[in-house]
């Protein structure tokens, strides 16, 4: 009879750490870290204002290890010169001796017209080394219309970055190479809007015209499903194969998401680290020389 109680606690147990969180609020998960009065978190969306006092920016509550993160952004429209969205996860960063891992995208805001398309760009940092910036022209759809759904998907095998359930990225899992994975730190969902005229347009030629404030960009329908972090304990129990994420059909891209990536690459990828040659002088990272899915 103990014994049968005690296994009944240690399956609860099992089951609460590796809960999954499906259909997370902005809500309930959410908390605004950065200009207060630029945060508009509802239920099911969001607002981050950028204007000419303060900027904003919102964090998740939980913390998780591998998991599928999904929103729905429209971006700021009109001239939205230098103006930079971000939506990410991060583990904590420290100011000393950093060794956070972050898995990113970013919106950099241009003019309007003239072909000058908004800039997305993705970057992937561990144990406080980033160095791996792709970027893409967003002028296959315009991004400042209507609600578009972007995807991080983070699990043992690889990390994946999708727009309308589009792959456009994949960082594989290479550690039997030597090259390091995130698999141990806890991170959470950020995102911000924030003035970035020193650099983000045109090297910082261009500034932030606030004629056109406030900046806002719109968020719908966030979705997490993760293995959330509840104290040490959970890198193993995140890592343990009995989680969906680590399920087969999770192991690999499909032919199908493997030939819209491709295409979506040939014509919008504008810098990938892995061919800067200049950057690197000859001796790139070791994962540019490795199948990238
Ligand atoms: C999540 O939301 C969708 C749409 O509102 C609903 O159909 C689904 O049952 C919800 N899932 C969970 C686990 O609450
Ligand atoms: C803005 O658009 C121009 C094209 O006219 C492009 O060269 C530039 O990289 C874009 N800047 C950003 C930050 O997206
Ligand atoms: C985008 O997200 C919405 C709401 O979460 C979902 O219903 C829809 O299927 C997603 N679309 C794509 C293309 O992933
Ligand atoms: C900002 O935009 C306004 C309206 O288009 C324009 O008159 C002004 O010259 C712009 N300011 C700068 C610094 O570009
Ligand atoms: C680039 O590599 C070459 C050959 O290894 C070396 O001679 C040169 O100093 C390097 N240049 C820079 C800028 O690191």
Redesign the pocket.
Known sequence: MATAKVLFLALISLVALQQVLVNATFASNMKCTWGKDNCLINDDSAKLILNKWSGASIQGINQFIYGYI?M?IKLVSGNAAAVVTTYYTSSEMKEVNDYHDEIDFEFLGNETGNGNYYTLHTNIFVNGVGNKEEQFRMSWYDPTTDYH?YTIFWNPYMVVWSV??AVIRVFKNYEDQGIPFPKYKPQRVYSSIWNADDWACQGGKIKTNYTYQPFVANYL?Y?EKSCLYAGPKSVQTCNDPSNWFFNSQYKQLTQTQIDTMKSIRNKYLVYNYCTDTKRFNGSFPAECSLPMY
């Open positions: 999904d729905r759904n309308d359930g329908s979705q």
